[in-house]
């Protein structure tokens, strides 16, 4: 019976699901024929995290709250504690944190007043993920790192798979992308040892993440392979569905649109095939990134629109969870609070009691009166404090939902805008010595950078759309989408030429629109030829400066916009000759306008001029730290007034 138990365990680590779920239940039928307390109590965990593991909560939960009314009853301490460990998971998995945080430490009491190492650093490992759910991070790495000390000594490979996992992912969220893969490759060393084909797949997973975050496209489309190939073995199609949607991703990142088209179609065939709404609703966000792309706007529309479905279907699954964990918790408490119960019914019993006598005592009439106008009272003023309350509470609801479904489609929009921008790996690759600047004011900006290579020649630009946040956001997709057709549609390379190309198509774009769309857009751009180091430059309003022989030198814009205007001029093509060692500078107005300093003003173009001018001794990374700190020193408490860009280029 110990064995079909430890049996189920172990065939569940290596995936097969099936033949694991069938020897948990002959093992519970065998404990309850033979009467084998303990025997049912471990059938009943095994079959809650069997459950558990397939999100069906309430069964899951049933098992776990029989596991533990049996392990009460007989005083079992360590099974009592494995119980209350598996429905803190329950909980966890519901998104109630408040109540798994509680199970958690009451389970890990138990386990160090008996000295149980395996429900210490279990517990102490669930403790680390519900900080890091909330982000408390350094409380997360605490929990976790002392999990792993446990796990190390008492050689649990499997264990300490999972805590080094789960560092490694705490440092990601944490931005420290060469910390995390520390991690995850020592974690997916001991899951090849242990064989644990979940645990690989999840680690080079992970890895295949980090290196798309890095961004080393290669490498994560090289880790989510072999971790697709897993999954595919293992017939794990949730997981097959999700990967196949990151490398379709990751294809969307490297322009190569045919491949991403095939991966996330199949990506979104398999997630609609097992009804997976999450992966539904990923692999819909992702093909609208790929469209948004490619410029397929009816497409986008389309996609969007299903994720906007799906994500609300989700939300409407939250919803259900909730009134879940409201039974769930009466359930548990009415349980496992047994003994407390019987006994307050004995004191309100008792209190009857004397209560009765002292009514009899006084005059029975006058006081039963007093008594039922008084409870009357407190009746009547608890039920309107009560409604008012619900009033309260279900506004707050209203809102926070409508905040949060904002919250998520500016998020979305995010992906969206980040898969316009180049990424800043790909220009420190054109451009070694290079940095780029960039601090939206919102989730989303009106401000972005663009690079295109044309034979000899690199383009680059930062743009400037008119507003911030979700409307300078739009209008930024529309202006980035006319400089790619520009140069690759219609062939055009000379800077002036292409910002007439493009003002031409932004306005056929906004006249479609029944209102009258004064937006726009205006941007230094720049085409340098990597062989000759010849500049040809063109801006609209924002100009071009650059650092010769020690000396800042500007070349003025045109005073007129991307958009519409009256009076339309077409746009001036410069030539700089620049040697090696000289340094451009292509940025909006979003720094020199930022208000602070001891009186609060601008901080200026002037400021910036000699700030750059004073930075070229250092390397480009130092420049652009050198300029964060003076922003922050200037900005201090106030806040941040416009999208910052600011792009530097030695040559």
């Given at each position: 019976m110990n064995a079909m138990n430890k049996l189920s365990t172990a065939i569940e680590k290596i995936g097969n699901y099936d033949s694991s779920f069938l020897y948990a239940e002959r093992a519970d039928s065998l404990a309850e024929k033979l009467n084998f307390q303990k025997g049912i109590i471990y059938s009943y965990i095994n079959l809650g995290i069997f459950y558990n593991d397939r999100a069906n909560y309430i069964k899951a939960m049933d098992y776990d709250l029989k596991s533990l009314n049996i392990s009460e009853k007989l005083g079992y301490k360590k099974e009592i504690g494995e119980a209350i460990t598996s429905i803190g998971i329950v909980y966890f998995n519901l998104g109630d944190y408040s109540k798994?945080?509680?199970?958690?430490?009451?389970?890990?009491?138990?386990?160090?007043?008996?000295?149980?190492?395996?429900?210490?650093?279990?517990?102490?490992?669930?403790?680390?993920?519900?900080?890091?759910?909330?982000?408390?991070?350094?409380?997360?790495?605490?929990?976790?790192?002392?999990?792993?000390?446990?796990?190390?000594k008492k050689g649990d490979k499997n264990g300490m798979a999972v805590d080094l996992g789960n560092i490694g992912g705490i440092y990601n969220e944490l931005g420290n992308y060469s910390k995390a893969l520390e991690y995850d490759l020592k974690a997916l060393k001991i899951t090849q040892e242990i064989g644990d084909k979940d645990g690989i797949s999840s680690n080079l997973q992970s890895i295949g993440y980090l290196y798309e975050k890095l961004p080393d496209y290669p490498k994560a489309l090289q880790f989510y392979f072999r971790a697709l190939a897993i999954v595919r073995e293992i017939g794990d199609k949730s997981n097959t569905a999700l990967y196949m949607g990151n490398i379709g991703y990751v294809y969307t990142m490297q322009k190569n649109y045919p491949r991403a088209k095939g991966y996330l179609d199949s990506s979104l065939s398999i997630a609609k095939s097992i009804k997976e709404k999450e992966d539904i609703k990923v692999a819909y966000a992702d093909l609208a990134i790929l469209d948004s792309a490619t410029g397929n706007y009816k497409a986008i529309y389309e996609d969007y629109k299903e994720y906007i479905v799906y994500r609300d279907s989700l939300l409407n699954d939250a919803n259900t969870k909730k009134m879940l964990q409201a039974q769930m918790n009466f359930d548990f408490k009415r349980k496992t609070d047994s003994v407390k119960a019987d006994q307050d019914r004995l004191n309100v019993i008792s209190e009857r009691k004397s209560q009765q006598q002292k009514m009899l005592l006084n005059s029975f009439i006058g006081g039963f009166t007093l008594m039922l106008a008084l409870a009357l009272f407190i009746f009547i003023g608890y039920r309107q404090k009560q409604k008012a309350n619900m009033d309260i509470s279900h506004q707050k609801e209203l809102v926070e939902g409508k905040n949060k479904e904002i919250l998520d489609s500016i998020t979305y929009a995010k992906r969206l805008q980040e898969a316009i921008l180049p990424p800043i790996g790909l220009i420190k690759k054109v451009f070694p010595e290079s940095f780029v600047l960039y601090k939206p004011k919102d989730i989303v900006a009106g401000d972005f950078y663009w690079m295109e290579r044309a034979g000899d020649n690199i383009l680059i630009a930062a743009a400037d759309c008119t507003g911030h946040g979700v409307p300078g956001a739009l209008v930024s997709v529309i202006c980035s989408n006319a400089l790619n057709r520009t140069v690759k549609e219609f062939h055009i390379t000379e800077p002036g030429k292409i910002l007439d190309k493009v003002t031409e198509l932004v306005l056929e774009t906004f006249e479609k629109s029944e209102s009258d769309v004064q937006d726009g857009m205006d941007i230094s751009l720049c085409c340098i030829n990597t062989k000759t180091n010849e500049i040809l430059w063109s801006g609209a309003y924002n100009p071009l400066w650059y650092v010769q022989q020690g000396e800042m030198h500007e070349v003025e814009a045109d005073k007129q916009p991307i958009g519409k205007q009256d009076n339309l001029q077409p746009f001036h093509t410069h030539t700089v000759k620049l040697k090696k060692g000289d340094f451009l500078y292509l940025f909006t107005d979003g720094y020199a306008d930022q208000f602070g300093g001891p009186k609060g003003k601008k901080f200026k173009y002037k400021q910036l001029y000699e700030v750059l001018l004073a930075s070229t001794s250092n390397s480009m990374d130092e420049q652009k730290t050198i300029l964060e700190g003076h922003l922050d020193d200037w900005k201090g408490e106030l806040e941040q007034v416009d999208d910052i860009l600011v792009i530097g280029i030695r040559v």
């Open positions: 798994s945080l509680e199970c958690d430490l009451k389970a890990l009491t138990i386990a160090q007043e008996i000295g149980d190492n395996d429900i210490s650093s279990a517990n102490l490992c669930n403790l680390g993920n519900i900080y890091d759910n909330e982000g408390n991070y350094s409380k997360a790495l605490e929990y976790m790192s002392n999990a792993l000390v446990i796990d190390t």
